[in-house]
């Protein structure tokens, strides 16, 4: 039997992109993962899914897109209507950060896709305005040029997903590393020249010292329900090792299960993946020692 005393732990994993409607998310139960984030559902529904969460994970949640009228995702097979809200102008945004906040929501999720209907500058600045009066980040879905940068001058908070479909500049990367903003990775939704183009992206945000997070659009494609290590894998190629690593897969999960490995300390992508395929969740009254990050 292996000494317990020898295991090294870990906070649990938090997933901060993942939209708990399109998976069974029942599998969530027992593993690595111990909060996840649902970026875009009816709230109705995933009210009910985090009020009685699978066991040991917390969901935190952001309710539904906010979109212009026509915009992305509207019309898409996969959002039922209520998790889409269609903004006119300055009034309706404010009225429907305003509802969003009364049910519950952890940030307010906004889409910039230029391949529909794009809000405005003036409902999507009164959106922004409206969510920071109630203490909420604003998280932006952006895809299509120029509105990756849109989003980082306009004080969004969060990007959904780093920018795949076009390099931002150096100047850009800058900007938005020093503005304070938190880009959520998931990289490995993407393949061939729109995966390349994310990692350099995000490569060069971190080093510019951007706050990186981790996260798989749970939902999305492919993705597993669960850890993904192709998502972890991808971190790394991206520059992500050490502290900065384990701060973008566990960094917000403070009071969280941990997890324990009989893996040594992880300390690159590679490391973790096999660290997180061995682990298994402990609570804080059975904790035993071990290295610490």
């Known amino acids: 039997m292996s000494d317990p005393a020898a295991r090294t732990e870990l906070p ?12 069974d998310w029942e599998r969530l139960a027992g593993g690595p993962l111990c909060e996840v984030h649902d970026l875009g559902w009816e709230p109705d529904a995933v009210q009910a899914i985090a009020a009685a969460p699978p066991g040991g994970v917390r969901i935190r949640f952001a309710g539904p897109f906010h979109t212009a009228v026509g915009g992305y995702p509207s019309g898409r097979a996969w959002a039922p209507a209520g998790a889409v809200v269609q903004l006119r102008d300055v009034r309706e945004a404010s009225e429907a950060v305003a509802r969003a906040a009364a049910a519950g929501v952890f940030a307010v999720k906004v889409a910039l896709s230029a391949l529909m209907p794009l809000l405005a500058d003036e409902p999507l600045e009164a959106l922004i305005r409206a969510a920071h009066a ?3 980040p ?4 952006t895809e299509g040029p120029g509105q990756a940068w849109r989003a ?3 004080g969004v908070d969060v990007l959904a997903h780093t920018p795949w479909d076009e390099r931002l500049t150096e100047a850009q990367a800058r900007r938005a590393a020093s503005s304070g903003m938190t880009w959520i990775s998931t990289l490995a939704i993407h393949e061939g020249e729109a995966l390349a183009t994310a990692v350099d992206n995000l490569g060069r945000f971190h ?3 951007g706050r990186v997070r981790y996260g798989t659009d749970m939902g999305n494609g492919t993705q597993p329900v669960g850890v993904s290590p192709r998502e972890v894998e991808l971190l790394g190629e991206a520059g992500l090792a050490g502290e900065a690593l384990l701060d973008a897969v566990c960094g917000d ?5 941990l997890l324990a490995s009989h893996h040594p300390f992880p300390r690159d992508s590679k490391q973790l993946i096999g660290w997180l395929a061995d682990c298994e969740r402990i609570d804080h009254a059975a904790a035993l020692g071990g290295d610490a990050p």
């Open 152 to 154: 980082i001058i306009a």
């Open 138 to 141: 604003v998280i932006a879905h």
């Open 12 to 23: 649990g994993l938090v997933d901060h992109h993942v939209h708990l409607g399109l998976v």
């Open 207 to 209: 080093a510019a010292g």
């Open 134 to 136: 109630h203490g909420l």
């Open 253 to 257: 999960a403070s009071g969280a299960p």
